[in-house]
């Protein structure tokens, strides 16, 4: 598959911006700085979770001991490579490549085949971080730690629903309500954070009109486990007969995206809502914890 780019000769046109965490685009080729001080041709994919830091396509001299590439056609001889990419800090772009006054690109089915390649690059390298961290097992005292595996294969479990979950539209049919307690997707998560598929109360509503995929919610998730009450932070809470503990110091914000269901009130059928008098409780309990919090001295 060839790559056709506007042909013609190339002009060189510097654009503001780049160094600082410039405006790129998917698709667009650009000029960046090697090491060496050499110019090179690349095709921006991504950010990355580093400030500062984006993911490209390597566009380079045909290797004759490589055919892992695109091959593009008149404007520009090099190629553009499927087995590598680079992580690049944003100052290393200098300067969008232009052919013919127009910024050169690559089209969509050439861009799907070239991140359809990084995937699998990728995948490899981090079962390779996942191969070192298993066989090097051991705790503080040298043992075994035999809880590893639930953790990696939670992880992976995880990392699957949350790409799944980030790609479907919102629910419609569920409406979110203030103060409604709902099942939503927390996640596998670090150290002592809540984590997977538990019931929410919804706490504040960050709605977006324009686009309802992006609001957001302020929830606080909860637990059928009753220890820890003694703390401030943690309320117990009585839901269709059960006992429950709300644990405010956990609380965050969610998408829209990550709520699945409602929690069935038993009496109405509908979301479970709290009462007048629970929600005077919590409130006054989720005031006191966070002015408690911000009247600590800052370290």
């Known amino acids: 598959m060839c790559i056709y780019l506007y042909n013609a000769k190339i002009d060189a046109c510097v654009l503001s911006g780049y160094g600082s965490g410039g405006n790129f685009i998917t698709e667009h080729i650009y000029k960046y700085s090697k090491n ?13 979770d580093n400030s500062n830091e984006i993911i490209v396509g390597c566009i380079e001299d045909i290797d004759p001991l490589n055919e892992d590439y695109i ?16 992580t690049l800090k944003t100052d290393s772009l200098i300067e969008s490549l232009y052919l013919n006054g127009k910024q050169a690109i690559i089209n969509s089915l050439e861009f799907q085949q070239l991140t359809s390649s990084i995937y699998k690059l990728i995948v490899l390298k981090y079962e390779k971080s996942i191969e070192t961290i ?40 569920l409406t979110i309500i203030k103060y409604g307690i709902y099942f939503a997707y927390m996640g596998t998560n670090v150290g002592s954070e809540t984590n997977k598929l538990r019931p929410v109360l919804v706490w504040k ?6 686009n309802h995929n992006n609001d ?30 709300l644990m405010i110091n956990q609380g965050r914000v969610l998408s829209r995206k990550r709520f699945v269901k409602i929690l069935e009130d038993t009496s109405t059928k509908k979301v479970y809502k709290l009462s007048n008098n629970q929600i ?20």
Not at 37 to 47: A, E, K, P
Not at 77 to 86: A, C, G, I, Q, S
Not at 205 to 210: I, S, T
């Open 36 to 48: 060496s001080g050499v110019i090179g041709l690349c095709v921006y994919i991504c950010d990355t």
């Open 71 to 86: 091959r593009m056609a008149n404007g520009l001889k090099k190629v553009l490579y499927l087995d590598r990419y680079l």
């Open 134 to 173: 298993a066989n090097n097992n051991f705790d503080k005292n040298n043992l075994i730690d035999i809880s590893l595996p639930e953790k990696i294969l939670k992880l992976l479990t995880w990392n699957a629903t949350k790409l799944s979950i980030s790609k479907k539209e919102y629910n419609p049919n």
């Open 205 to 210: 509503k960050h709605e977006n009109n324009n």
């Open 216 to 245: 957001l919610y302020y929830i606080f998730p909860l637990s059928s486990k009753l220890s820890g009450l003694n703390y401030n932070y943690n309320v117990q809470l009585d839901v269709n007969g059960k006992q429950n503990k």
């Open 280 to 299: 005077t409780e919590i409130e006054e309990k989720i005031q006191n914890y966070f002015s408690i919090k911000s009247n600590k001295k800052s370290i």
